[in-house]
């Protein structure tokens, strides 16, 4: 069926999440709140993908205006450009070449007669090219741009979506987030008999685990973890599957939240909007999970969080910088190599290079799904240890691509993944480039368009765990959890490759694991949200273990556990705290939560 929306003759609306076949084009929905819409990518490595193609229908013939809303992502030299042809008909204009960020540009007059007419975006380059939207219009009027209320509205209308969301209905537990994290929550609520919704905002479960990024869960781990984390041949988790089969979860894939409503000091619903048709609804809940990893239901709500490295006044932490940054841990862009079994060219890509620099060393590759941190082709001066680089960073860390510590996450995440793409691909150049007979056969065999995301905010709660508690193993009268690892800290600031990290710290400890209160799991300003995962009430430093996947799914059996007793006894986290602290450990227990496990024993 033909797929476009028109609120009256002579305009026509197609947005390209809805187009009829992708061909080699990617659907990107990952920064819709920061440019407006989900969109197709041309994600192919160098070499031109496929055409995504679609039928419209014309419902009066006449002359149609016709705009395209493209980027142009790296002005100064154009990679990603793109052509669109209506009825086999190529419009005079390369899309993406205009120097201008996301825009509609203005592709010309074309006749078209009632019927079905075909709409075709062709792929030039191969290189990360990208398309909105097409609007074709009898009027003379510009398409509004960007994110604001207005351009939103005018898109509900062509689309014909109501202004208000959709009722998704009512659950015992709505749950934000469905990584490793989040799918630990659903799945443990599910098996407590209560109504979930678990809203995720990617077309897979699992996060940074999924096969759209491919870590695998660290810290503590265990039965429940270990199952969701299975993995089938093509790298994708056994998660939903898990979910799908527990009667009282509804799984919501590609929503993304956009807003949450509070009223006395309760969070009573949240919205999302589907990625593919723009729907929006509205989940309403009596306890909500935070798992996102982004603190996102506490900034709609109002929560209080914390953001940064906080400096060793502040808590007394060893590992502690001596004055406040206010940094993140950065996000990073995982892909692999491959020797073909012929030459492969490479074209030449200077705006790659611009970022890449001199940098040819391809160490830190995703050999498949969770398998990390494996060398890669090395060529030229890179083949020579910088004796300024500590010994331990010689290991080839897949984390050493890192970018975006000073960018703001929720806002300039599309940067951050854009310049990560460019240092891949112009160090890729730089090692075929500088010892062309030894590479010749090699080919960059995947990269992930999706970063897996560092730290952004923590949320604050009734109690912030430190570094010190971890070290010297405070014991804890409201224990949910064991956790386990090393401070993982990450040093940005590389003196000449800003994609690189300066420094890398790997604190094992004693290797025992440790203890975390119920106190660090629910917001301390509303009474019915509670939080798992890397954004728990924990200092920047004490967050650099706790944040593990496997630790965080540790949490989240505590918090499906709180969920059941505070709607049990119709109360909030802080009085379970208070007054049912025994229940919830011993629904905890129940679950398989790792607390209840003798420290050391396998998990």
């Not at 405070?474 to 040093?491: E, I, M, Q």
Request: proline residues 6%; hydrophobic residues 35%.
């Amino acid at each position: 069926m033909p797929k476009q929306h028109s609120s009256s003759e002579g305009h026509i609306l197609v947005e390209a999440e809805e187009f009829d076949d992708f061909g080699g084009w990617t659907l990107d929905s990952q920064f819709d709140m920061e440019m407006g819409s989900p969109y197709l990518l041309a994600h192919g490595l160098g070499v031109p993908v496929a055409d995504a193609t679609t039928n419209i229908e014309v419902e009066v013939g006449g002359a149609y205006r016709v705009w395209v809303r493209a980027k142009d992502w790296v002005p100064a030299h154009h990679p990603g450009r793109f052509t669109v042809s209506i009825n086999g008909e190529r419009l005079p204009v390369e899309f993406g070449a205009n120097g201008q960020d996301w825009s509609w540009e203005d592709a010309g007059l074309i006749e078209l007669r009632p019927g079905l007419a075909r709409i075709a975006l062709t792929d030039l380059t191969g290189f990360d090219g990208r398309c909105d939207a097409l609007y074709l219009t009898t009027s003379d009027k510009e398409p509004p741009n960007g994110v604001g209320p207005e351009s939103r509205e005018w898109r509900r209308r062509l689309r014909g979506l109501p202004d208000d969301p959709f009722d998704g209905g009512t659950f015992d537990v709505v749950i934000a987030g469905g990584g490793v994290t989040g799918s630990a929550a659903a799945l443990a609520a599910g098996r407590l008999g209560l109504s979930v919704a678990l809203i995720q905002n990617r077309p897979v479960l699992g996060g940074n685990a999924s096969n759209e990024i491919g870590l695998t869960p660290r810290g503590e781990t265990g039965p429940l973890v270990k199952s969701l984390a299975e993995r089938a041949d093509d790298g994708d988790l056994a998660a939903l599957d898990l979910l799908l089969a527990e009667p009282s979860v509804s799984v919501f894939l590609e929503h993304h939240i956009f807003d949450a409503t509070r009223a006395d000091g309760r969070i009573t619903s949240i919205d999302a909007r589907d990625a593919r048709s723009g729907r929006e609804t509205r989940f309403h809940g009596a306890m909500f999970i935070d798992c996102t990893g982004t603190a996102i239901l506490g900034l709609y709500a109002g929560a209080e969080t914390m953001f940064g490295y906080e400096s060793r006044a502040e808590f007394n932490e060893p590992l502690a910088p001596e004055q406040r940054i206010e940094s993140h841990h950065g996000n990073t862009v995982f892909f692999r190599t491959r020797e073909a079994d012929r030459p492969v060219d490479f074209p030449d890509v200077p705006w790659a290079v611009d970022v890449a620099k001199d940098y040819a060393d391809l160490g830190g590759q995703l050999e498949r799904p969770g398998v990390d941190n494996v060398p890669g082709p090395v060529a030229g001066h890179a083949r020579t240890p910088d004796p300024s680089i500590r010994r331990r960073m010689l290991f080839p860390a897949t984390h050493f691509w890192e970018y975006g510590q000073d960018h703001d996450p929720y806002t300039d995440a599309e940067h951050i993944r854009d310049h990560l793409l460019r240092a891949i691909y112009g160090t890729f150049s730089n090692v075929k480039t500088l010892e062309p007979d030894t590479y010749a056969n090699l080919t960059l065999d995947w990269v992930a368009h999706v970063p897996g995301q560092g730290e952004f905010r923590r949320y604050k709660g009734d109690y912030v765990l430190t570094e010190n508690d971890i070290r010297e193993h405070r014991k804890f009268t409201d224990t949910v959890a064991w956790n386990s690892g090393a401070f993982c800290l990450h040093y940005p600031g590389h003196e000449k490759y800003d994609f690189r990290l300066r420094d890398w710290k790997w604190d094992t400890r004693d290797d025992a694991p440790f203890e975390v209160p119920f106190r660090s799991l629910y917001s301390a300003d509303i009474d019915n949200l509670m939080m798992a995962g890397k954004h728990i009430s924990v200092t920047h430093i004490a967050g650099s273990v706790t944040k593990f996947m496997g630790n965080g799914a540790q949490h989240a059996i505590a918090t499906a556990a709180a969920a059941k007793i505070c709607l049990q006894h119709d109360t909030t986290p802080r009085d379970v705290y208070k007054h049912h602290l025994d229940e919830l450990q011993k629904t905890v227990a129940e679950l398989g939560g790792s607390y209840f496990w003798e420290p050391g024993e396998p998990s």
